[in-house]
């Protein structure tokens, strides 16, 4: 793999860098209900993947009967719960059109979600079981036997899947997260609900409740585990409604534990006397004694005292919200906004770290202190990588606050500091992937680039950190969103003159390396986007925005990654906040808000193409998309969290037919089985990116952008539909200045309802 350099360009003439220009804002397009139109429905007969002869129906009935005599003894225990059965399915059938919905539908089966990609959870009683097992031996219609074709087994939801760390894990942490089964059937819920808590009160377990996702379900944490009797385990985890039973996990500041070294002499500026927007930071609190730092807060609270916090990782991380431009001399890559901060003393510097639920507590106290904050900086993690296939519950929960506050959340991609230290090109087969809560499909997720090259250093500038953890989240979701400046780290594992320069509590500047110090710079920027969006007429400033804003800026001043480079570059590093909000004189930059609802597709036709790019009428440019939203999720469905997706088109109309042309018809992953589209393709991920140069022009007359939206399977419909901003810049490969100009022009014979997308120039700190 050949390195990259984030945000290098070719030193050709034609490739020569372009400022963006304040006098170029970026056009929004705002929604318009004529921009929906129905699709054909479509459907064939259900496919039937491999005979369903005698044998097969045996052989599946057999592992029924082996799975219902694993229940039996749960069922017996507690008879008015439902029973939790996994139904495998093939690999080529996981896709909705596929799932076994009649044969649920037919059998009495409750649907329980998903846990991994290829396995659908039901709950079931003793008649349901029953029913199921005559079924799948006698009834032979079409629909059931494709029904039947696409199971590969059905088993239980053992012991092992509930507590798969063992009950030793359990004391030896004091305190466990009980996740339980939520069901689609309403009396079913009541009655696991009282049954828990009747249970856990009968045992005598401390325990609390905590709000999971839009249906109010919940987990609990129990408390006080370091001397329960292993007896007290069988019983609770012989409950059929327990899902999960596991060690609470720790959260820990994402900086190293490397001794630090004085950068040159630097100071915080003051900040500008007004104007500047403000980002909150949950950490380990700012020291009293930063005193170059103290004319930047605006407020603190406090949830933790020493000595279970030192203040000095907050301090180091606040400092670059504030002045990461000024205590780093003024470096190119990093900008020059500075941010007032929001100081939430919310996570211990103990090596022991933060539990999930105080830090839940106390992140959700925070917000509701100080609604008008929309950026919240959070430079924590756990030190292991994140599962493969499901979300974490403080990635879920940040979910959930970020809707319910409209805040954006700016969370670091985590630190990977095992052995074999990695370099770059990356080894195959660390243990590096991004940490908890960083896969939230929320939050601008951000990982660490280096910026400065030295003898001794890990990394050249303008390579992935050694330490940055990289993607991709559950389910092959991009991550890290986006990269930016966390310091290098030198040999053995130490700071040195690559690292990023901060402040320390002790009101020093010092040096050191994490993701801790990429996301502060990244927040900063977000803060600024948003202050510049928000208050325009017609136009609601949100966290999918601004999200969109950001990763399309880090498209925007970054070479066209491969896929490989997408897991720790993201989309790359975005230098400027003006970046993301006005274009350079050779592009030109629609923002579109659509709303897309199942069944419809929106579509913007003509698309106006400046003159410029057509080469005899083909199409001559390089074409960078970005799409996001906040899609429904669903904590209970495992693999399946996300619960609806959006496809792009960009391309041609042929009638009412659109042909699209980026990403090109049958690139890696935009065809073939579910699996392959999730893995390659990036279907269900929540941010879209599409990149394509046309360097010898491709033919067509009739240019437009399209979006579908598809939902889960028993997914309920959006009422108001799925809001969804993307954002199109058509640059030109010559450096052409006339483009923005010319798109303009274009724009304006569309008669669209338009107008500037930021409000206002984002806000330079003034003494940096």
């Known amino acids: 793999m050949a390195t990259r350099r984030t945000g290098s360009r070719s030193s050709s003439k034609s490739e020569q860098p372009h400022r963006p220009d304040t006098r170029n804002p970026f056009q929004h397009i705002p929604f318009a209900e ?69 044969l649920v539908d037919e059998t009495g089966l409750v649907p329980a979600g998903h846990e991994r990609v290829e396995e659908m959870l039901v709950g079931a009683h003793r008649a349901s079981i029953a029913a199921l097992r005559s079924v799948i031996l006698e009834r032979d219609i079409q629909a059931i036997r494709a029904n039947l074709s696409v199971i590969r087994r059905i088993d239980p939801w053992s012991r092992a899947r509930r507590n798969p760390e063992g ?100 100071t915080l500026p003051l900040p500008s006397p007004a104007g500047l927007p403000t980002v909150a930071v949950f950490d380990t609190g700012v020291a009293p004694t930063a005193s170059d730092l103290q004319p930047w807060l605006v407020g603190s609270e406090t949830f933790v005292l020493p000595p279970d916090t030192d203040h000095q990782h907050g301090t180091m991380v606040a400092s670059l919200v504030a002045g990461a431009h000024a205590l780093n001399a003024s470096h190119e890559d990093i900008p020059a906004v500075g941010s007032l ?112 090259s030295a003898a001794s250093a890990l990394n050249a500038a303008g390579e992935p950190a050694a330490y940055s953890r990289r993607g991709p989240g559950p389910v092959f979701t991009p991550k890290p969103d986006i990269v930016h400046i966390g310091g290098g780290v030198h040999q053995p594992f130490n700071t040195g003159d690559s690292s990023v320069a901060v402040l320390s509590a002790a009101n020093t500047a010092v040096r050191n390396f994490g993701t801790s110090f990429a996301t502060p710079v990244a927040a900063s920027m977000a803060a600024h986007a948003w202050q510049a969006i928000e208050g325009q007429r017609g136009l609601t400033a949100s966290p999918s925005l601004v999200k969109a804003v950001m990763v399309h800026a880090a498209q925007l001043s970054s070479p066209a ?5 997408r897991r720790y570059y993201g989309t790359g590093l975005p230098k400027d906040v003006v970046t993301g909000l006005y274009d350079r004189a050779d592009s030109f930059t629609l923002v579109f808000e659509a709303r ?20 005899d009428g083909r199409l001559a440019c390089e074409v960078i998309i970005t799409a996001a939203y906040s899609p429904p999720v669903d904590p209970d469905a495992g693999a399946e969290y996300v619960r609806a997706n959006v496809e792009l088109s960009f391309g041609t109309l042929d009638g009412d037919s659109i042909a699209s042309k980026v990403p090109m018809k049958g690139e890696d992953g935009s065809d073939g089985y579910e699996a392959m589209q999730v893995e390659h ?39 108001e539909g799925l809001q969804v901003h993307i954002i199109c810049t058509l640059r030109a490969l010559d450096g052409n200045p006339e483009v923005h100009a010319q798109g303009l022009q274009a724009l304006a014979a569309t008669n669209w309802v338009r107008q500037d997308l930021p409000l206002r120039v984002p806000v330079r700190s003034g003494a940096q």
């Open 596 to 615: 897309l609802v199942p069944g419809m597709r929106w579509r913007k036709a003509p698309y106006p193409i400046p003159a410029g790019l057509l080469r």
């Open 341 to 452: 901060v929001y100081n939430v003393c919310g996570l211990e510097s103990v090596a022991g770290g933060g539990r999930i639920s105080d830090l839940t507590t106390r992140l959700e106290d925070a917000l509701k202190r100080r609604q008008e904050i929309r950026v919240w900086n959070l430079s924590l993690g756990m030190r292991v990588p994140c599962h493969e296939q499901t979300f974490s519950e403080f990635a879920q929960t940040l979910d959930r606050l970020s809707d319910q506050y409209n805040v954006l959340f700016v969370v670091a991609a985590g630190n990977y500091l095992d052995m074999p230290r990695r370099t770059w090109p990356s080894a195959p087969g660390l243990q590096d992937r991004v940490s908890s809560p960083g896969e939230s499909v929320r939050a601008l997720t951000v990982g660490s680039v280096c910026h400065l």
């Open 34 to 102: 004529r921009d929906l139109r129905g699709i054909e429905p479509g459907g064939s007969a259900p496919k039937v993947f491999v005979e369903v002869d005698d044998s097969y129906r045996e052989a599946l009935a057999g592992t029924l009967d082996a799975a219902a005599r694993e229940l039996e003894a749960e069922l017996a225990a507690f008879p008015h719960s439902l029973g939790p059965l996994v139904v495998r399915l093939r690999e080529d059938g996981i896709a909705k059109s596929h799932r076994p919905l009649k």
């Open 167 to 266: 009950t030793l894990a359990l004391r030896e942490r004091g305190s466990a997260l009980l996740r339980l089964f939520r069901y689609a059937n309403d009396a079913a819920n009541a009655q696991l609900f009282e049954s828990v808590k009747g249970l856990v009160s009968q045992l005598g377990l401390k325990h609390r409740f905590f709000r999971q996702g839009r249906h109010g379900w919940f987990y609990l944490c129990l408390s006080g585990l370091a001397d329960i009797a292993e007896e007290k385990f069988d019983v609770l985890l012989g409950f059929p409604g327990v899902r999960r039973l596991m060690p609470e996990p720790l959260y820990h500041q994402m900086a190293t534990a490397g001794s630090t070294s004085p950068p040159s002499p630097r």
């Open 561 to 565: 990654y491969s896929p490989l480079e």
């Open 681 to 719: 393709g990036g279907k269900w991920a929540p941010v879209k990116i599409h990149r394509k140069r046309f360097a010898h022009g491709i033919g067509g007359n009739d240019w437009a952008l399209q979006a579908r939206m598809f939902m889960r399977a028993f997914e309920p419909a959006i009422a």
